[in-house]
């Protein structure tokens, strides 16, 4: 027969949660289960960039479209998520933002300049 009865695993899985509470806000960080918001710049960035490849899409689309369009889209679309891979998050909500919409990005394949790479590194790195 167990030692641990329902009581003191009660009591123990509630000290767990309120000691996980308490050390998230002593660090500054969100309590678990609760993501902490990013900041408006870089809401902002991710604006751009969804923009900015939306327009590329666009104009990869157009039906006898010019080619320089195409070619200033893509040129923005790629300022665009350099922006956002050399922002250096300020806090947890913007490490959170950043790392999940550059996965996304990732996932369709197109963060895959060395130029990406190198400027999330570098974004990483105190100042």
């Known amino acids: 027969m167990s030692s641990i009865n329902r009581r003191a695993f009660l009591f123990h899985s509630a000290s767990a949660v309120v000691g996980s509470t308490v050390a ?3 660090l ?10 990013p900041s408006n ?3 902002m960035l991710i604006e751009v ?4 490849y939306s327009s590329f899409g666009e104009a990869l689309n157009k039906i006898g479209g010019d080619s ?3 070619a200033r889209a893509s040129r923005e679309e790629e300022r665009a998520l350099l922006a956002i891979c050399s922002y250096a998050a300020i ?4 490490r959170l933002a950043k790392a999940r919409y550059l996965l996304e990005v990732e996932a369709r ?7 990406h790479m190198q400027a999330v590194l570098r974004s990483t790195m105190c100042k």
């Open 24 to 26: 998230a806000e002593a």
């Open 68 to 70: 320089s369009d195409s």
């Open 28 to 37: 500054g960080r969100e309590p678990p289960g609760e993501d902490p918001e």
């Open 91 to 94: 806090g947890e909500g913007d």
């Open 41 to 43: 710049q870089l809401r």
């Open 109 to 115: 394949g197109e963060l895959d300049l060395a130029e």
């Open 49 to 52: 960039h969804k923009a900015a």
